[in-house]
Protein backbone atom coordinates (compact mmCIF):
# COMPACT_ATOMS: atom_id res chain seq x y z
CA UNK A 1 0.00 0.00 0.00
CA UNK A 2 1.44 3.45 -1.19
CA UNK A 3 2.07 5.91 1.77
CA UNK A 4 -0.27 8.65 1.54
CA UNK A 5 1.34 12.33 1.26
CA UNK A 6 0.56 12.62 5.19
CA UNK A 7 2.31 10.03 6.11
CA UNK A 8 5.03 10.94 3.37
CA UNK A 9 5.43 14.42 5.02
CA UNK A 10 5.40 12.65 8.75
CA UNK A 11 8.22 10.57 7.75
CA UNK A 12 10.16 13.70 5.90
CA UNK A 13 9.88 15.54 8.99
CA UNK A 14 11.13 12.43 11.06
CA UNK A 15 14.37 12.04 9.04
CA UNK A 16 15.12 15.63 8.74
CA UNK A 17 15.21 15.33 12.84
CA UNK A 18 16.67 12.23 12.99
CA UNK A 19 19.59 13.56 10.75
CA UNK A 20 20.25 16.75 13.09
CA UNK A 21 20.14 15.15 15.89
CA UNK A 22 22.64 12.56 14.85
CA UNK A 23 24.75 15.15 12.96
CA UNK A 24 25.06 17.11 16.60
CA UNK A 25 25.84 13.68 18.84
CA UNK A 26 28.57 13.32 16.01
CA UNK A 27 30.03 16.47 16.33
CA UNK A 28 29.90 15.43 20.21
CA UNK A 29 31.79 12.17 19.58
CA UNK A 30 34.16 13.70 17.45
CA UNK A 31 35.38 16.01 20.25
CA UNK A 32 35.26 13.17 22.82
CA UNK A 33 37.31 10.92 20.72
CA UNK A 34 39.48 13.58 20.38
CA UNK A 35 39.53 14.62 23.89
CA UNK A 36 40.38 10.84 24.84
CA UNK A 37 43.28 10.72 22.42
CA UNK A 38 44.68 13.88 23.78
CA UNK A 39 44.59 12.26 26.91
CA UNK A 40 46.07 9.50 26.07
CA UNK A 41 48.97 11.05 24.54
CA UNK A 42 49.53 13.30 27.70
CA UNK A 43 49.45 10.22 29.67
CA UNK A 44 52.48 8.50 27.41
CA UNK A 45 54.44 7.46 30.36
CA UNK A 46 51.67 5.00 32.26
CA UNK A 47 51.75 1.07 32.42
CA UNK A 48 50.72 -1.19 29.55
CA UNK A 49 47.30 -2.10 31.65
CA UNK A 50 46.17 1.55 31.62
CA UNK A 51 47.10 1.00 28.01
CA UNK A 52 44.90 -1.95 26.94
CA UNK A 53 42.21 -0.37 29.04
CA UNK A 54 42.42 2.87 26.98
CA UNK A 55 42.31 1.11 23.44
CA UNK A 56 39.28 -1.05 24.92
CA UNK A 57 38.16 2.50 25.52
CA UNK A 58 38.64 3.59 21.96
CA UNK A 59 37.48 0.88 20.22
CA UNK A 60 33.96 1.36 22.07
CA UNK A 61 33.96 4.84 20.95
CA UNK A 62 34.55 3.76 17.69
CA UNK A 63 31.85 0.92 17.36
CA UNK A 64 29.42 3.49 18.52
CA UNK A 65 30.52 5.94 16.08
CA UNK A 66 30.20 3.72 13.35
CA UNK A 67 27.33 2.75 14.30
CA UNK A 68 25.79 6.21 13.98
CA UNK A 69 28.05 7.15 10.65
CA UNK A 70 25.93 3.96 9.13
CA UNK A 71 22.63 5.19 10.65
CA UNK A 72 23.70 8.72 9.05
CA UNK A 73 24.22 7.40 5.96
CA UNK A 74 21.13 5.29 5.84
CA UNK A 75 18.86 8.79 6.27
CA UNK A 76 20.91 10.52 3.87
CA UNK A 77 19.61 7.55 1.35
CA UNK A 78 16.45 8.06 3.10
CA UNK A 79 16.07 11.98 2.14
CA UNK A 80 17.45 11.86 -1.07
CA UNK A 81 15.31 8.80 -2.07
CA UNK A 82 12.75 11.81 -0.40
CA UNK A 83 13.87 13.90 -3.00
CA UNK A 84 13.90 11.22 -6.03
CA UNK A 85 10.13 9.95 -5.03
CA UNK A 86 11.27 6.19 -4.57
CA UNK A 87 11.34 7.15 -0.55
CA UNK A 88 9.10 3.74 1.05
CA UNK A 89 10.32 1.08 -1.87
CA UNK A 90 12.82 -1.89 -0.84
CA UNK A 91 16.10 -1.04 -2.95
CA UNK A 92 16.64 -4.16 -3.22
CA UNK A 93 13.72 -6.00 -4.78
CA UNK A 94 10.91 -2.80 -5.11
CA UNK A 95 8.24 -4.11 -2.32
CA UNK A 96 6.05 -1.49 -0.24
CA UNK A 97 7.68 -0.59 2.87
CA UNK A 98 4.59 0.39 4.53
CA UNK A 99 4.01 2.88 7.08
CA UNK A 100 4.32 0.47 9.86
CA UNK A 101 8.11 -0.23 8.98
CA UNK A 102 9.03 3.39 7.95
CA UNK A 103 7.18 4.89 11.30
CA UNK A 104 9.69 2.49 13.37
CA UNK A 105 12.69 3.36 11.36
CA UNK A 106 12.39 6.34 9.09
CA UNK A 107 15.47 5.98 7.60
CA UNK A 108 14.83 2.19 6.73
CA UNK A 109 15.24 1.33 3.11
CA UNK A 110 14.85 -2.45 2.70
CA UNK A 111 12.34 -4.44 3.46
CA UNK A 112 12.75 -6.92 6.46
CA UNK A 113 13.70 -9.94 4.31
CA UNK A 114 16.19 -8.62 1.88
CA UNK A 115 17.75 -6.46 5.08
CA UNK A 116 18.07 -9.89 7.03
CA UNK A 117 20.08 -10.61 3.84
CA UNK A 118 21.81 -7.73 3.58
CA UNK A 119 22.67 -8.14 7.18
CA UNK A 120 24.29 -11.84 6.74
CA UNK A 121 25.81 -10.97 3.63
CA UNK A 122 27.52 -8.04 4.59
CA UNK A 123 29.51 -6.64 7.85
CA UNK A 124 27.57 -4.48 9.12
CA UNK A 125 26.77 -1.85 11.77
CA UNK A 126 30.25 -2.70 13.52
CA UNK A 127 29.20 -6.47 13.57
CA UNK A 128 32.37 -9.03 13.26
CA UNK A 129 32.48 -10.55 10.07
CA UNK A 130 33.41 -13.74 11.22
ZN1 LIG B 1 13.08 -6.32 -0.35
Known sequence: MALTSEQLQELRQRVVERRREL???????????RGEQY??????????????????????GQAE????LAELRDLEIARMRLEGGSYGRCMDCSVELGFERLSANAAAVRCVACQTRYERTHAGSGRPSL
Open 23 to 33: ATELRGDAERL
Open 39 to 60: GMLAGATHDAGDESVADLLADV
Open 65 to 68: LNRD
